[in-house]
């Protein structure tokens, strides 16, 4: 993944290489002036290390190797869809949120935070 990075960034022209080290910038300056890391951090106990352009590039690699692995479903879908017509397909293999597994998200609010931060002691 690294070499891959290097590889992408090098080929970057130099306008957006100035957009991403603008977008690194922001990232690095917030951190230093927040008042705690995410609460992974603690949770992990580890330091922040300031972010470079290459940690967003391997972040685009990654997710865009993962979002990738759905492939096949979609094929699947795009055929039914062709072959039995799109309400059918859907039917069969629905893919509205409300059918995924994992259709929660998580919105902390500012007590929920508290509490979290008081059960790791800092």
Known sequence: LNRQVEKNYRQLDNHTKALLN???DGINEYVESARFLP???YILFTDFRPWTPHDSLAIHKFMSFILSFDWPFELIRAYLSQTVGPEFAD?????EERYLLYNQSTILDKEDIVQSLSLIHI
Request: proline content about 9%; charged content about 20%; overall charge negative.
């Open 91 to 95: 039917e069969l293999l629905p893919h």
């Open 22 to 24: 603008a977008y690194v």
């Open 39 to 41: 609460i992974e951090y």
